[in-house]
């Protein structure tokens, strides 16, 4: 099975960086996802990992540790907008029929204040 | 724009009635994956149908059943609503059963009284 851990909140300032840790145990692994959820919005992609090290797009960037099971996403430059909750879900391995099972972690709450 | 749609909104239902939730896909995604998110948690699978089969299924009871159609829209049906499916279900579409990309609808928000 999958147990992914991630902060439940964290509060950081606009303009300042952000980094929100994930760390995750499972049978097996084919790709770690970060999704940014609005209140009431449906969530959003924002990053896929496969191999180890940084991958940056613009303001964000996500981090792969497949030896030590952990990932991190990085916001930079905040914004207010960035307030929205952050999942972290881990693709496992393909099952009979070619299906992967991608299972969610339960969130982190980001606020940004001024 | 993800092009993935669902309907209704907004439902009310009463416990022990039936709920059936519509997804359409985006164009030429093949694949359709249903979720359920309780307020303040992760979605949670469901099962996932791939070219009009199910193809993976989560720890759900069998009440949870979908159909996929040739077009590739898709249905979540449930049976006996418990107080406990009140949540926000999303369906995400994809080309295929291992791609990368998952495009979520705008979810249906379903409260059971």
């Known amino acids: 099975g999958q147990n992914i851990d991630q902060p439940t909140e964290m509060t950081a300032t606009e303009g300042a960086i952000v980094q929100i840790n994930c760390t995750y145990q499972?049978?097996?692994?084919?790709?770690l996802f970060w999704y940014q959820q609005h209140a009431g919005e449906a969530p959003t992609f924002l990053s896929y990992?496969?191999?180890?090290g940084l991958e940056e797009k613009g303001r964000f960037s996500s981090f792969l540790s497949r030896s030590k099971g952990y990932s991190y996403l990085l916001l930079k430059e905040l914004q207010m907008k960035d307030s929205a909750s952050y999942l972290c879900?881990?693709?496992?391995?393909?099952?009979?029929?070619?299906?992967?099972?991608?299972?969610f972690g339960t969130g982190t709450k980001l606020q940004v204040i001024p | 724009e993800t092009g993935v749609t669902q309907s209704p909104t907004h439902l009310i239902k009463t416990r022990g009635q039936q709920v059936t939730l519509r997804c359409s896909s985006q164009?030429?995604?093949?694949?359709v994956s249903w979720y359920q998110q309780a307020l303040g948690q992760g979605p949670q699978f469901i099962f996932q149908?791939?070219?009009?089969?199910?193809?993976g299924r989560g720890n759900f009871p069998p009440r949870f059943s979908g159909l996929q159609f040739p077009n590739y829209s898709s249905e979540l049906n449930v049976n006996a609503l418990e107080l406990d499916d009140s949540a926000l279900y999303l369906c995400?579409?994809?080309?295929?059963?291992?791609?990368?990309?998952?495009?979520f609808g705008p979810g249906t928000r379903l409260t059971v009284t």
């Open positions: 995400a579409s994809s080309p295929g059963t291992g791609s990368d990309e998952q495009y």
């Open positions: 499972t049978s097996g692994f084919n790709g």
């Open positions: 990992n496969v191999l180890d």
């Open positions: 879900a881990v693709r496992d391995d393909r099952h009979s029929g070619g299906y992967q099972k991608v299972t």
């Open positions: 164009s030429g995604h093949n694949t």
């Open positions: 149908y791939y070219r009009e089969e199910e193809n």
